[in-house]
Antibody, heavy 121, light 107 residues
Framework: EVQLLESGGVLVQTGESLRLSCAASGFTFRNYAMTWVRQAPGKGMEWVSGINNRGDSIYYADSVKGRFTISRDNSKNTLYLQMNSLRAEDTALYYC??????????????WGQGTRVTVSS | EIVLTQSPATLSLSPGERATLSCRAS??????LAWYQQKPGQAPRLLIY???NRATGIPARFSGSGSGTDFTLTISSLEPEDFAVYYC?????????FGGGTKVEIK
């Protein structure tokens, strides 16, 4: 059974940094691209970032480019999102999602339950 | 950025009725469109990918159609568990984008 367990979400102040983690199990992690998607309170979905299976092809939404860094450790079956210079508009539930295949533009076939990030001024 | 516009914003229907949800793209996305279902307090679930392919375990009452800029998700006969919010998402061009969602509520 595929499981994705996000962690690291907390309440932080504007300008601070945070690292989210997503522990994956139930599939061969190194074979699949992974993605972060966020959902602000009461709002719709926003794609944040995607990374291919090897970690050498990475994409970001313009809203986070230059501030967020996605990475993965295939030896630990874990996906990360380093979030710097946090803003109030980054407040959201952050989901980790598994892509269909090795490329990060593929559909998201499994999702975690999310980890909540709140940025307060 | 490709903008996806979903309509209607809310659909009020009774169990057993047919639901037709629309997603329109600001430019062609070929068939690179997916549909997700989200229930309150839950993570989204993939229903349809590449416009018309049902994901694993998705009941046959869910179907998708369309290509280019106009897409439709149809639920042939609503079950109580189908009342939820539905999002379309394109993977044709970076950045990947989602529509604003359609809420299917019980009438």
């Amino acid at each position: 059974e595929v499981q994705l367990l996000e962690s690291g979400g907390v309440l932080v102040q504007t300008g601070e940094s945070l690292r989210l983690s997503c522990a994956a199990s139930g599939f061969t992690f190194r074979n699949y691209a992974m993605t972060w998607v966020r959902q602000a309170p009461g709002k719709g979905m926003e794609w944040v970032s995607g990374i291919n299976n090897r970690g050498d092809s990475i994409y970001y939404a313009d809203s986070v480019k230059g501030r967020f860094t996605i990475s993965r450790d295939n030896s630990k079956n874990t996906l990360y999102l380093q979030m710097n210079s946090l803003r109030a508009e980054d407040t959201a539930l952050y989901y980790c999602a598994k892509n269909f295949a090795d490329l990060p533009h593929q559909p998201f076939d499994y999702w975690g339950q999310g980890t909540r990030v709140t940025v307060s001024s | 950025e490709i903008v996806l516009t979903q309509s209607p914003a809310t659909l009020s229907l009774s169990p057993g009725e047919r639901a037709t949800l629309s997603c329109r793209a600001s430019q062609s996305v070929s068939s690179n469109l997916a549909w997700y279902q989200q229930k309150p307090g839950q993570a989204p679930r993939l229903l349809i990918y590449d416009a018309s392919n049902r994901a694993t375990g998705i009941p046959a009452r869910f179907s998708g159609s369309g290509s280019g800029t106009d897409f439709t998700l149809t639920i042939s006969s609503l079950e109580p568990e189908d009342f939820a919010v539905y999002y379309c998402q394109q993977r044709y061009k970076w950045p990947l984008t989602f529509g604003g969602g359609t809420k299917v509520e019980i009438k």
